[in-house]
């Protein structure tokens, strides 16, 4: 356990589905990421969350919507996705501000499969 | 937007020996940092070296960084087979945003 925990670890669906990523951490972190991994790509940065506040969407199509209702939890909510959408979906967590020197903390991720 | 390229994509050592990754970078930047995943896991943070340092240690693992060439290197010493997995190195430069971009990742197969 890193402290980064994600729900559901993996998750089928259709594409006329609405399903949603949860992402918790008790680090005490202000940051919150969501990265999109797929294969023979480098890691995708989606979304920042800085003290709940979102400050980056990186040109992300709007079937993602992401949710942070406190600096706690980050929700990646999904719906009308594409077969390519299909990846893995890493959450990270950071320090930010002062304590920015500092890795960050990924989950384990959720496995995606859009059908 | 891709930042940091690793090399050699893929390497192929045998428990004992070393294993050299490098990464190079387009931009400034105030720290690189390095991680490991292990096969469709989450990443663990290994090492973070700012930018102005030009070594840094901790374990097996050893980091060099040349801001003039805009390049790392990642050093593990005496391989293990349970060092198996991907290696990514990963910049950020606060300046725009404070986002970490990661590389590619080089994939590392140590075989007993």
């Known amino acids: 356990e890193t402290g980064v925990t994600q729900t559901p670890r993996h998750l089928v669906m259709g594409m006329t589905n609405k399903k949603s990523l949860k992402c918790e951490q008790h680090l005490g972190h202000n940051a919150m990421y969501w990265y999109k991994q797929s294969a023979k790509k480098p890691l995708e940065l989606m979304f920042v969350?800085?003290?709940?506040?979102?400050?980056e969407n990186n040109s992300v199509p709007s079937r993602f919507s992401p949710e942070c209702p406190n600096s706690s939890h980050l929700f990646l909510h999904l719906h009308t996705l594409q077969p390519e959408d299909s990846a893995l979906y890493l959450c990270?967590?950071?320090?930010?501000?002062?304590?920015?020197?500092?890795?960050?903390?990924f989950g384990s991720g959720t496995r995606l499969t859009v059908v | 937007s891709q930042q940091g390229e690793e090399d050699p994509q893929a390497l192929s050592i045998q428990e004992g020996e070393n294993a050299t990754m490098n990464c190079s970078y387009k931009?400034?930047?105030?720290?690189l940092q390095w991680y490991r995943q292990n096969s469709g896991r989450g990443l663990v943070h290994l090492i973070l070296?700012?930018?102005?340092?030009r070594e840094k240690h901790s374990g097996r693992l050893r980091v060099t960084l040349d801001t003039s060439k805009k390049s790392s290197s990642l050093l593990i010493t005496a391989s293990r087979a349970a060092d198996t997995a991907s290696y990514f190195c990963a910049t950020i430069d606060y300046n725009q945003g404070g986002k970490l971009i990661f590389g590619q990742g080089t994939e590392l197969s140590v075989k007993p």
């Open positions: 070296i700012r930018s102005n340092e």
């Open positions: 990270a967590s950071s320090g930010g501000g002062s304590n920015r020197d500092y890795g960050y903390t």
């Open positions: 969350y800085n003290f709940k506040e979102q400050t």
């Open positions: 931009t400034s930047i105030n720290n």
